[in-house]
T-cell receptor, first 115, second 116 residues
Framework: ETGVTQSPTHLIKTRGQQVTLRCSSQ?????VSWYQQALGQGPQFIFQYYREEENGRGNFPPRFSGLQFPNYSSELNVNALELDDSALYLC??????????????FGPGTRLTVT | AQSVTQLDSHVSVSEGTPVLLRCNYS??????LFWYVQHPNKGLQLLLKYTSAATLVKGINGFEAEFKKSETSFHLTKPSAHMSDAAEYFCVVTIHGSSNTGKLIFGQGTTLQVKP
């Protein structure tokens, strides 16, 4: 069974640029969530996708957007990058039964540095 | 609103001695609670979960946690620390029955140092 994978591992971008991060969910998982982890902090919920629809969003501006594809993989897009967007971005997948989601399984993350 | 508070930002123990990482939660709904571990430059690994079954939960690598509703606590314990336990530990709450079903709310983390 393949776990959650993310690409790329590391990324360096310039302020104002756009970035796309990718995530492949664990086999059989139909829900994907994205989290931002700033240095020395706990992860913060960005949004969640369930069956290709956004299913909840945290306190992040609209320049953070996402997609989920029919195979349940997902993308996180960030436009107009700011220095404070530098963080570890974590993707997590989970099985969902009747809309209830329990444990989430995390990928290794993408380290984004904005200069 | 749901939240978790990890009472210690840093815990230091000697190898072979017990570990106690403290967590209090606040939730308006029936919570599910988790502990995750993060080793340096790694993703998050699920240690254990509480989802309204047994209040004493056993996890991987010898860790346990006890859900105490009266104290709104979910402390993580291990009888004997190993050097490999040195990592960042996160207490996490999630909620059900709301529009953000499945949203994980993380504590600030506790750094566990294990001395030889």
């Amino acid at each position: 069974e393949t776990g959650v994978t993310q690409s790329p591992t590391h990324l360096i971008k310039t302020r104002g640029q756009q970035v796309t991060l990718r995530c492949s969910s664990q086999s059989g998982h139909n829900t994907v969530s994205w989290y931002q982890q700033a240095l020395g902090q706990g992860p913060q919920f960005i949004f969640q996708y369930y069956r290709e629809e956004e299913n909840g969003r945290g306190n992040f501006p609209p320049r953070f957007s996402g997609l989920q594809f029919p195979n349940y993989s997902s993308e996180l897009n960030v436009n107009a990058l700011e220095l404070d967007d530098s963080a570890l971005y974590l993707c997590a997948s989970s099985p969902s039964t009747g809309g209830f989601i329990y444990e989430q399984y995390f990928g290794p993350g993408t380290r984004l540095t904005v200069t | 609103a749901q939240s978790v508070t990890q009472l210690d930002s840093h815990v230091s123990v000697s190898e072979g001695t017990p570990v106690l990482l403290r967590c209090n939660y606040s939730s308006s709904y029936s919570p599910s609670l988790f502990w995750y571990v993060q080793h340096p430059n790694k993703g998050l690994q699920l240690l254990l979960k509480y989802t309204s079954a047994a209040t004493l939960v056993k996890g991987i690598n010898g860790f346990e946690a006890e859900f105490k509703k009266s104290e709104t606590s979910f402390h993580l314990t291990k009888p004997s620390a190993h050097m490999s336990d040195a990592a960042e530990y996160f207490c996490v709450v999630t909620i059900h029955g709301s529009s953000n079903t499945g949203k994980l709310i993380f504590g600030q983390g506790t750094t566990l140092q294990v001395k030889p």
